[in-house]
């Protein structure tokens, strides 16, 4: 008898500790938070180049390094972001291998932010929409479609590609 007690001892607490870890695994993962970036890359950019009527580009990868970028998302649905990181950038343009590695400050700015269903969008000057790849409670990883135009010193730079962030809490 006493053996059986145990046994169903043993079997209500096996379902309560069961069931208090599935409730751990039903509460929503929420983007609020305080964010490091700790990765970005880019492995398919095209860069096209107009300059006194004449166009050139190529292909250019880059790796972000050297990090010490915050991002803040608030529950009152605003962020402020901060820091910068160096961007290592190797382009291929008209044959020749060219590599540069700059500062850069992605998110380094104070906005609005929304979460979308599968897309976190933050609106600042322009409305910027980030696919969310993962989201758990310590890591999320983020797609973004790069288009962008530069008018600097008589030239037009398109930059065209994918952008993957990597931030954890």
């Excluded at 292909?59 to 608030?74: C, L, M, N, R, Y």
């Excluded at 290592?88 to 540069?100: K, P």
Aim: proline residues 1%.
């Amino acid at each position: 008898m006493k053996i059986l007690s145990n046994l169903l001892l043993c079997a209500l607490i096996l379902c309560a500790v069961s069931s208090c870890q599935k409730e751990d695994t039903d509460l929503p993962i929420t983007v609020e938070g305080k964010w490091e970036i700790t990765a970005v890359s880019c492995q398919d950019g095209v860069q096209t180049v107009f300059e006194n009527g004449a166009t050139r580009g190529g292909a250019f990868v880059f790796e972000g390094q050297s990090f010490s970028s915050i991002v803040e998302f608030k529950s009152d649905a605003t962020f402020n972001g901060s820091g910068n990181y160096t961007k290592v950038f190797s382009s291929l343009v008209n044959g020749t291998m060219q590599n540069d590695s700059f500062q850069a400050n992605d998110l380094a700015y104070n906005g609005d932010w929304e979460k979308l269903d599968d897309n976190l969008q933050l609106t600042h000057y322009n409305i910027e929409t980030f696919e969310i790849i993962e989201l758990t409670s310590n890591k999320m990883q983020l797609k973004f479609n790069l288009n962008e135009t530069i008018e600097k010193d008589q030239q037009t730079i398109t930059n065209v590609g994918t952008v993957f962030y990597t931030l954890r809490r």
